[in-house]
C-alpha cells in the first residue's frame, strides 16, 4: 500500500512529534510505504494536500487533531477540484492529537494510531457524507461540526487553556458564561424558514465535539442529512444544568434546545458571528451549508 501521509508533529501538544519516529516504523513493519510530509504552521496541510500529486497513491491520510483532519481534507477537496481528472483515493485518519471529535464516531481515541493503521490494513472503505459550508468570501469542507454564538466564544476561551486538554473547553464554558447573551437569527432548512432569539447553533455532520461532548447524538453519517441543535434563550443557572447532560446527549430534552434534520441550510444574523468549523476559528455569518451524500471514501472499522 502507497500511502500519503499529512502529518501534524505539534499535535497533541507535541507527543506527536515524538512519536514521529515510532509512527514511520509502525508503517514499514506493515508494509505501508509511506510518504510522511510534515506540517509546519496553521493551513500548511491545506497547501500541502492541495498540492500533492495523488496518483499512485492507495490512499492520503491526515494524522494529528480535529484541525489537521480539517485542513487536509479543504486541502483533499481543492486538489480535486483542480485536477478533475485526477481520481481521488481514498481518505484516512489517524488520530494523535488532543481532541479527534470526529474519531470517537469510527471507536477511536487521541491516542489510537496503532488501531488505526490496523484498521487501515484491513482495507474496508465505507463512504461518508461531508459537510460543505460557504461565507460571503469563502467554501470550506468539513466532516465534524461548525457552530458559532456561545460555541465559538468558548472555543476562542479554550486555546489559552489548550495545555489542560479536554478539561480546556469545560474551563472555558464556565469562563466565558458570564458574558453569556442571545442574539436573533433567521435559519432556512430545506425551505422551511423559522427565527429564534439564540445562544448557540450547532450543524453537525457527526455526533461528538470536543472529543467527549455528545452533540447530535441522532447524527448518522451516511443518511445525507445534517444535525441541527439551537439553544434558545437560556438563563445562566439553566446552562449550568444543560451543559452536563450534553456529555450523554441527553441536552436534546430541554425545552430551550431544539433539533432538525436537513439537507441544505441557510443562517443569518444581525451582525456577522464568527464561526468555528472542527474547533477551529475562520470565516463568519451569514452562512449557507450542504450536505454532499456519501461523497467521501474513507477506511473504517469493520
Known amino acids: 500500500m502507497k500511502a500519503l ?28 510505504d509511506a510518504e510522511i510530509l510534515l506540517t509546519t504552521h496553521q493551513g500548511h496541510g491545506v497547501e ?14 491526515a494524522s494529528g ?7 487536509v481534507l479543504n486541502g483533499y477537496y481543492e486538489n480535486h477540484s483542480q485536477n478533475n481528472s485526477q481520481s481521488k483515493p481514498p481518505f484516512a485518519i489517524v488520530p494523535n492529537g488532543t481532541g479527534n471529535a470526529f474519531s470517537r464516531d469510527m471507536g477511536l481515541a487521541p491516542g489510537d494510531w496503532k488501531k488505526a493503521i490496523d484498521y487501515l490494513l ?5 463512504e461518508i457524507d461531508v459537510a460543505r459550508f460557504k461565507t460571503a ?22 486555546i489559552k487553556y489548550k495545555k489542560l486538554g479536554n478539561a480546556a473547553y469545560i474551563l472555558a464554558v464556565f469562563t466565558s458564561l458570564a458574558q453569556l447573551k442571545t442574539y436573533p437569527l433567521t435559519i432556512e432548512m430545506d425551505g422551511h424558514k423559522i427565527q429564534r432569539e439564540n445562544v448557540f447553533v450547532e450543524v453537525s455532520n457527526s455526533r461528538y465535539t470536543g472529543t467527549t461532548f455528545l452533540m447530535a447524538p441522532a447524527a ?14 437560556i438563563s445562566r443557572l439553566k446552562i449550568l444544568k444543560v451543559f452536563p447532560s450534553i456529555f450523554k446527549g441527553e441536552h436534546t430534552q430541554f425545552d430551550e434546545i431544539e433539533t432538525f434534520q436537513a439537507k441544505k441550510i441557510k443562517i443569518t444574523t444581525d451582525k456577522p458571528m464568527k464561526l ?8 463568519e455569518t451569514p452562512i449557507e451549508i450542504d450536505c454532499l451524500h456519501k461523497d467521501l471514501k474513507i477506511f473504517w472499522p469493520e
Do not use: M, W
Open 5 to 32: 501521509v499529512i502529518y501534524n508533529p505539534h499535535a497533541g501538544h507535541g507527543r506527536a512529534g515524538k512519536l514521529l519516529p515510532i509512527f514511520r516504523d509502525y508503517l514499514q513493519q506493515n508494509a505501508i
Open 65 to 71: 487533531g480535529d484541525g489537521t483532519v480539517f485542513e
Open 122 to 126: 484491513k482495507k474496508h472503505i465505507r
Open 48 to 61: 500541502l494536500c492541495r498540492e500533492a500529486d495523488f496518483s499512485g497513491y492507495d490512499v492520503v491520510i
Open 220 to 233: 448518522e453519517l451516511d443518511d445525507g442529512l445534517l444535525d441541527i441543535t439551537l439553544l434558545n434563550k
Open 137 to 158: 468570501t469563502e467554501q470550506y469542507y468539513y466532516l465534524n461540526i461548525v457552530g458559532f454564538g456561545f460555541v465559538s466564544e468558548v472555543n476562542e476561551a479554550s
Open 276 to 283: 468555528s468549523p472542527d474547533g477551529e476559528l475562520l470565516g
